[in-house]
């Protein structure tokens, strides 16, 4: 199986579809769509993408994609009745930044 293709977490805007993916309460290969809510900041000053996407246990760590399949981001946690996920040009800075050897 090929990598999943991500796409510019920056250009993501309020109302966008999206859907993540994962294995929810040991359920395998689920998908659950939302729409993106907002970009609320995170208490170290980044941000989180915030959508209607209902996530359970083993979700977490799933990819949040776009409705092209694209991933936009990382899903996290719930927080207020929403998803919180970190997005995907987050996770590239980071891994840029603090990974040695990647290829």
């Known amino acids: ?4 293709a991500s796409a510019d977490s920056d250009a993501l805007r ?6 993540a993916v994962g294995h929810p309460l040991g359920l395998r290969r689920t998908l659950t769509a939302g729409v993106v809510h907002g970009f609320p900041l995170s208490r170290s000053g980044g941000r989180w993408i ?3 996407v209902r996530l359970a246990p ?3 760590g799933g990819p949040l ?25 987050d ?3 980071f891994v840029a ?6 290829t």
């Open 58 to 60: 083993g979700n977490s």
């Open 91 to 93: 996770v590239r800075r």
């Open 14 to 19: 309020v109302g966008a579809l999206v859907v």
């Open 97 to 102: 930044t603090n990974v040695t050897g990647v």
């Open 65 to 89: 994609a776009d409705t092209t399949g694209r991933v936009v981001g990382i899903n996290t946690m719930i927080a207020g009745g929403l998803a919180l996920a970190i997005p995907v040009n």
């Open 1 to 4: 199986m090929a990598p999943a």
């Open 50 to 52: 915030q959508a209607d």
